[in-house]
Protein backbone atom coordinates (compact mmCIF):
# COMPACT_ATOMS: atom_id res chain seq x y z
CA UNK A 1 0.00 0.00 0.00
CA UNK A 2 2.93 2.14 0.73
CA UNK A 3 4.58 1.95 -2.53
CA UNK A 4 1.30 2.75 -4.09
CA UNK A 5 0.79 5.78 -2.44
CA UNK A 6 4.55 6.72 -3.36
CA UNK A 7 3.93 5.71 -7.12
CA UNK A 8 1.02 7.94 -7.43
CA UNK A 9 2.86 10.75 -5.80
CA UNK A 10 5.31 10.62 -8.47
CA UNK A 11 2.98 10.51 -10.96
CA UNK A 12 0.73 13.77 -9.39
CA UNK A 13 4.64 15.31 -9.22
CA UNK A 14 5.57 14.82 -12.71
CA UNK A 15 1.82 16.03 -13.97
CA UNK A 16 2.42 19.46 -12.50
CA UNK A 17 6.27 20.08 -13.75
CA UNK A 18 6.29 22.91 -15.55
CA UNK A 19 7.74 22.69 -19.00
CA UNK A 20 10.85 24.72 -20.20
CA UNK A 21 8.28 26.83 -22.37
CA UNK A 22 6.22 27.39 -19.34
CA UNK A 23 8.89 28.85 -17.27
CA UNK A 24 10.00 31.21 -19.91
CA UNK A 25 6.29 32.42 -20.42
CA UNK A 26 6.12 32.65 -16.84
CA UNK A 27 9.18 35.57 -16.72
CA UNK A 28 7.64 37.14 -20.09
CA UNK A 29 10.71 35.55 -22.50
CA UNK A 30 11.04 32.94 -25.03
CA UNK A 31 12.47 29.48 -25.34
CA UNK A 32 15.82 29.73 -26.65
CA UNK A 33 19.00 27.67 -26.91
CA UNK A 34 21.80 28.65 -25.15
CA UNK A 35 24.69 27.60 -26.61
CA UNK A 36 28.90 28.25 -25.26
CA UNK A 37 31.55 27.73 -27.60
CA UNK A 38 35.52 27.90 -26.15
CA UNK A 39 38.23 28.92 -28.62
CA UNK A 40 42.15 28.30 -27.15
CA UNK A 41 44.11 31.03 -28.74
CA UNK A 42 47.28 29.21 -28.98
CA UNK A 43 48.75 27.43 -32.11
CA UNK A 44 50.45 23.65 -31.97
CA UNK A 45 53.86 25.79 -32.73
CA UNK A 46 52.48 27.83 -29.50
CA UNK A 47 51.95 31.21 -31.60
CA UNK A 48 49.27 33.20 -30.48
CA UNK A 49 45.59 33.70 -32.30
CA UNK A 50 46.27 37.36 -32.18
CA UNK A 51 43.15 40.08 -31.57
CA UNK A 52 42.95 41.14 -35.31
CA UNK A 53 42.64 37.39 -36.20
CA UNK A 54 40.20 36.56 -33.91
CA UNK A 55 37.96 40.02 -34.75
CA UNK A 56 38.61 38.67 -38.48
CA UNK A 57 37.38 35.29 -37.86
CA UNK A 58 34.22 36.91 -35.22
CA UNK A 59 33.50 39.33 -38.53
CA UNK A 60 33.91 36.73 -41.82
CA UNK A 61 32.69 33.13 -40.22
CA UNK A 62 30.30 34.36 -36.73
CA UNK A 63 28.48 37.38 -37.39
CA UNK A 64 27.16 36.11 -40.94
CA UNK A 65 26.13 33.10 -39.28
CA UNK A 66 24.63 34.81 -36.14
CA UNK A 67 23.48 38.09 -36.96
CA UNK A 68 21.32 39.11 -34.46
CA UNK A 69 24.37 38.79 -31.70
CA UNK A 70 26.56 37.16 -29.44
CA UNK A 71 29.06 37.86 -26.47
CA UNK A 72 32.83 37.20 -26.59
CA UNK A 73 34.01 36.49 -22.77
CA UNK A 74 37.49 36.37 -22.55
CA UNK A 75 39.08 33.19 -20.58
CA UNK A 76 41.91 31.21 -19.29
CA UNK A 77 41.58 28.12 -20.13
CA UNK A 78 43.38 24.48 -19.25
CA UNK A 79 43.26 21.62 -21.13
CA UNK A 80 44.89 17.71 -21.83
CA UNK A 81 46.78 17.24 -25.45
CA UNK A 82 45.67 13.78 -26.87
CA UNK A 83 48.61 12.55 -28.20
CA UNK A 84 50.80 14.01 -25.26
CA UNK A 85 48.21 14.10 -22.55
CA UNK A 86 50.37 17.40 -21.35
CA UNK A 87 48.36 20.11 -19.67
CA UNK A 88 47.82 23.00 -21.33
CA UNK A 89 47.39 26.65 -20.14
CA UNK A 90 46.06 29.03 -22.80
CA UNK A 91 44.56 32.42 -23.42
CA UNK A 92 40.79 31.66 -24.60
CA UNK A 93 37.23 32.71 -26.01
CA UNK A 94 34.18 32.14 -24.81
CA UNK A 95 31.49 32.84 -27.64
CA UNK A 96 27.93 32.84 -26.10
CA UNK A 97 24.52 33.06 -28.51
CA UNK A 98 21.72 32.78 -27.36
CA UNK A 99 19.00 32.07 -30.02
CA UNK A 100 15.90 30.36 -31.16
CA UNK A 101 16.21 26.68 -32.13
CA UNK A 102 15.78 25.83 -35.46
CA UNK A 103 16.67 23.50 -38.29
CA UNK A 104 19.77 24.50 -39.35
CA UNK A 105 21.49 25.62 -35.94
CA UNK A 106 23.69 22.69 -35.52
CA UNK A 107 24.47 23.48 -39.51
CA UNK A 108 25.65 26.70 -38.26
CA UNK A 109 27.48 26.02 -35.17
CA UNK A 110 29.74 23.16 -37.09
CA UNK A 111 30.88 25.47 -39.59
CA UNK A 112 32.00 27.81 -37.28
CA UNK A 113 34.17 25.23 -34.71
CA UNK A 114 35.20 23.36 -37.75
CA UNK A 115 36.34 26.98 -39.69
CA UNK A 116 38.07 27.66 -36.51
CA UNK A 117 39.83 24.57 -36.33
CA UNK A 118 40.96 24.68 -40.07
CA UNK A 119 42.17 28.31 -39.93
CA UNK A 120 43.64 28.10 -36.43
CA UNK A 121 45.05 24.32 -36.41
CA UNK A 122 43.33 23.52 -33.39
CA UNK A 123 42.52 20.16 -32.22
CA UNK A 124 38.84 20.69 -31.10
CA UNK A 125 36.45 23.15 -29.84
CA UNK A 126 34.64 22.81 -26.97
CA UNK A 127 30.69 23.04 -26.86
CA UNK A 128 27.92 23.42 -24.38
CA UNK A 129 24.54 23.56 -25.14
CA UNK A 130 21.38 24.20 -22.81
CA UNK A 131 17.49 25.07 -22.83
CA UNK A 132 17.18 28.08 -21.72
CA UNK A 133 15.15 31.37 -22.04
CA UNK A 134 16.25 34.61 -23.76
CA UNK A 135 14.80 38.46 -23.74
CA UNK A 136 16.14 41.50 -25.55
Request: aromatic letters at 12%.
Amino acid sequence: MRSFFFIALCFLAACTSSSPHDICLAYGTHADRQIQMLFGLSRPDGTPVTEKEWQDFLAEVVTPLFPNGFSVINASGQWQDRMSHRVTHEDSRLLWIATPENRDLGHRVAIIRDAYKARFQQQSVGLLIQAGCEAF
